[in-house]
């Protein structure tokens, strides 16, 4: 059993770089989500996908956020010109389709912007 | 989303019962009690979830009131490996209803 998977588990970038997240899911699993999660709070909801198709992004994804998911197999989370404020946890998790109960969650990717 | 409300920390020693407290007074009727963990340098990993019923699997329990109105989670004895930052989450039974709104949780530190 893989799980899900994130690469690179850690990231220390300079402000104002853009860096790029990759998260594979358990592999019969058709829906992935992304939250971020800073020190001392529960993750935040950013965005969901169904197979390829993204059919949620939370307020908190701004223009400088994108992720994609081709194929509906693995996705990438991307987040151009970082600022301080982005240093978090960017955690990924999948569910299958009957799994309307519990989402499986990777280990998470830390970024640090420096 | 309906709000819940937990306890920052709770202690409890090991091999020992512990009842982790959820309030969710504006809960509707179709909104499942879901309660995940988050150990130390981890992803969250579901614990168990719930309706109306109490509900025990190989991890917990979980006992929800009549009124529906609170939840408690219950480790039948707490071992090092269950320190962790439990969170009580609703979650809506309608489509759009995935995502999943974490509070603070309530950090369990489990003493040898």
């Known amino acids: 059993d893989t799980g899900v998977s994130q690469d690179p588990r850690h990231k220390i970038t300079k402000r104002g770089q853009n860096v790029t997240f990759r998260c594979d899911p358990i592999s019969e699993h058709n829906r992935l989500y992304w939250y971020r999660q800073t020190l001392g709070q529960g993750p935040e909801f950013l965005t969901y996908f169904q197979n390829e198709a993204q059919l949620e992004k939370s307020r908190l994804l701004s223009d400088r956020f994108s992720a994609e998911r081709p194929k509906g197999s693995f996705s990438t989370l991307e987040i151009q010109r970082t600022e301080q404020g982005d240093s978090a946890m960017y955690l990924c998790?999948?569910?299958?389709?009957?799994?309307?109960?519990?989402?499986?969650f990777g280990p998470g990717t830390r970024l640090t912007v420096t | 989303d309906a709000k819940t409300t937990q306890p920052n920390s709770m202690e409890s020693n090991e091999e020992e019962p512990v009842h982790l407290p959820c309030n969710h007074s504006?809960?509707?009727?179709?909104?499942?009690i879901h309660w995940y963990r988050q150990l130390p340098s981890q992803g969250p990993e579901y614990v168990i979830h719930?309706?109306?019923s109490n509900v025990n699997n190989r991890m917990a329990s979980l006992a929800i009131a009549e009124d529906r109105k609170s939840s408690t989670l219950i480790l039948h004895r707490a071992t090092l490996r269950d320190a962790a930052v439990y969170y009580c989450?609703?979650?809506?039974?309608?489509?759009?209803?995935?995502?999943?709104?974490f509070g603070k949780g309530t950090k369990l530190s489990v003493i040898p």
């Open positions: 719930g309706l109306t």
């Open positions: 504006t809960i509707s009727g179709t909104d499942y």
């Open positions: 989450i609703l979650r809506g039974a309608g489509a759009g209803s995935y995502q999943l709104t």
């Open positions: 998790a999948s569910s299958s389709y009957r799994g309307r109960y519990e989402q499986y």
